[in-house]
């Protein structure tokens, strides 16, 4: 009787084990799709954060171009204006 319950333990044992090494080989592999996901997302963080401090020096270049162009419009002089009064 005592036999049996020793072999019922070490088969459950070992069962245990087996699962537990499945455990492990399954979260290293959880653990490398998880690296390689973090990697693509720093990437996409990277070239966005990138594009954005590009585009906005482009854009405030842009805007100091135009207030530039705008300014030198404004500061010419205009021609002079003859106002002819109409006879009634």
Do not use: C, W
């Not at 699962?19 to 592999?29: C, H, N, S, V």
């Not at 996409?44 to 842009?62: F, H, Q, T």
């Amino acid at each position: 009787m005592q036999n049996t319950g020793n072999q019922y333990r070490l088969q459950k044992i070992s069962e245990i084990q087996k699962q537990l090494e499945a455990d492990k080989q399954k979260r290293t592999q959880l653990g490398e799709k998880y690296k390689k996901g973090v990697k693509a997302v720093d990437a996409i963080d990277y070239v966005l954060a990138s594009s954005i401090v590009g585009l906005s020096i482009l854009g405030k270049n842009k805007n100091f171009i135009y207030t530039t162009q705008h300014h030198a419009i404004l500061t010419q002089p205009e021609e002079e204006k003859v106002i002819t009064p109409v006879s009634k």
